[in-house]
């Protein structure tokens, strides 16, 4: 019973680590395309901003 349960567990955190890897992944594109396109107007600072939320909440979610 006890290694079911470890194995189970294994496999959720295989699954965060991959879904967290593509949410991180899809977070830092959104960054680079918005620094890449150089436009700076306010509406690329919002996505700016939205972009680097979007990272850092990733990475909290990582180490919490």
């Not at 470890?6 to 949410?23: I, R, T």
């Amino acid at each position: 019973m006890l290694m079911q349960d470890e194995l189970k567990q294994q496999q959720v955190q295989k699954k965060v680590n991959a879904k967290w890897a593509f949410q991180m992944l899809a977070s830092l594109s959104w960054f680079a395309s918005v620094l890449i396109y150089g436009s700076f107007e306010i509406g690329d600072c919002l996505q700016l901003v939205a972009a680097s939320a979007w990272t850092a909440s990733n990475i909290i979610d990582y180490y919490s």
